[in-house]
T-cell receptor, first 114, second 111 residues
Framework: GAGVSQSPSNKVTEKGKDVELRCDPISGHTALYWYRQSLGQGLEFLIYFQGNSAPDKSGLPSDRFSAERTGGSVSTLTIQRTQQEDSAVYLC????????????FGPGTRLTVT | SQQGEEDPQALSIQEGENATMNCSYKTSINNLQWYRQNSGRGLVHLILIRSNEREKHSGRLRVTLDTSKKSSSLLITASRAADTASYFCATGLRGAQKLVFGQGTRLTINP
């Protein structure tokens, strides 16, 4: 079946502009996660959605970052007033609602802020 | 601070040799998972070991878990050039669905 998809695959934006990154999880997966990965680094957790529960936003680095998940499926990560330090690969993953919660990752969006 | 830390940060071996990567963590876990990442893009799940298991095999992969030492190891036997990638451990914490990833080990297999 179809895996997790993300768009765009690459995004170049000017400092100060807003960007939206999209994630389509695997159909039926109730959990959706956003991570950020800087060059050569590990994954930094950003936000986690589980069904209709309030999202876990504990990883968002600043109030310029927000995310929503519409209809329990597609999610959009929005970064307002982008800064150069926002440049990274943004990864989305989804998992089913039953443990042990193996995560299925999308190919990522590479964001470059100039 | 990071929950999971991999060791070594980078490993370079000859094709056919075995590769061993280690992961240490700090708090009690429900399970520990290993992922592979090629070319800095999406991660692929390799193997999961639950907190009540000590060893698990999948093909050329062997994972061990020592909860008393809060550590895990990933062994790749008879390595191939295609195994060149970054490998991450991720811990599933008790009572939580999200995973906490380590910084990864960059593995290079030389032909």
């Amino acid at each position: 079946g179809a895996g997790v998809s993300q768009s765009p695959s690459n995004k170049v934006t000017e400092k100060g502009k807003d960007v939206e990154l999209r994630c389509d999880p695997i159909s039926g997966h109730t959990a959706l996660y956003w991570y950020r990965q800087s060059l050569g680094q590990g994954l930094e957790f950003l936000i986690y959605f589980q069904g209709n529960s309030a999202p876990d936003k504990s990883g968002l680095p600043s109030d310029r970052f927000s995310a929503e998940r519409t209809g329990g499926s597609v999610s959009t990560l929005t970064i307002q007033r982008t800064q150069q330090e926002d440049s990274a690969v943004y990864l989305c993953a989804s998992s089913p609602d039953r443990g042990p919660y193996e995560q299925y990752f999308g190919p990522g969006t590479r964001l470059t802020v100039t | 601070s990071q929950q999971g830390e991999e060791d070594p940060q980078a490993l370079s071996i000859q094709e056919g040799e075995n590769a061993t990567m280690n992961c240490s963590y700090k708090t009690s876990i429900n399970n520990l998972q290993w992922y592979r990442q090629n070319s800095g893009r999406g991660l692929v799940h390799l193997i999961l070991i639950r907190s009540n298991e000590r060893e698990k095999h999948s093909g050329r992969l062997r994972v061990t878990l020592d909860t008393s030492k809060k550590s895990s190891s990933l062994l790749i036997t008879a390595s191939r050039a295609a195994d060149t990638a970054s490998y991450f451990c991720a811990t599933g914490l008790r009572g939580a669905q999200k995973l906490v990833f380590g910084q990864g080990t960059r593995l290079t297999i030389n032909p």
